[in-house]
């Protein structure tokens, strides 16, 4: 069974930087996407960034295009988030997600088609 645990959520002000941290324990497992997902309060969660295995092909929301970055490890047993120029609409609970088996890229960022998540990690981002 695939295990993640997130880091490096907190508080910031608008127009600040926070890095996530996913740390991933593949147990055998072949994965094939990694993503960071979010979930307001009251809101449902949705895709923020994923990144294929091997860092091959990125993909953003809208949403945050410009200002956060998803990357791996050069051991690909980490996963990060760097987000820029945060605005308080990007306050959160951001979630780690893996999925072990392909998928097709209009897909990526479809919450349901992950196997695995994290505990979640908050972020708050004051105006």
């Known amino acids: 069974q695939v295990q993640l645990v997130e880091s490096g959520g907190g508080s910031v002000q608008a127009e600040g930087s926070l890095r996530l941290s996913c740390a991933v324990s593949r147990n055998g497992n072949t994965i094939y996407y990694m993503g960071w997902f979010r979930q307001a309060p009251g809101k449902e969660r949705e895709g923020v960034a994923v990144i294929r295995s091997g860092g091959q092909s990125r993909y953003y929301a809208d949403s945050v295009k410009g200002r956060f970055t998803i990357s791996q490890d050069s051991t690909f047993v980490t996963m990060f988030l760097q987000m820029n120029r945060l605005k308080p609409e990007d306050t959160a609970m951001y979630y780690c997600?893996?999925?072990?088996?392909?998928?097709?890229?209009?897909?990526?960022?479809?919450?349901?088609?992950?196997?695995?998540w994290g505990q979640g990690t908050q972020v708050t981002v004051s105006s």
């Open positions: 997600a893996a999925r072990v088996s392909p998928l097709g890229s209009s897909r990526v960022l479809v919450e349901s088609e992950y196997n695995y």
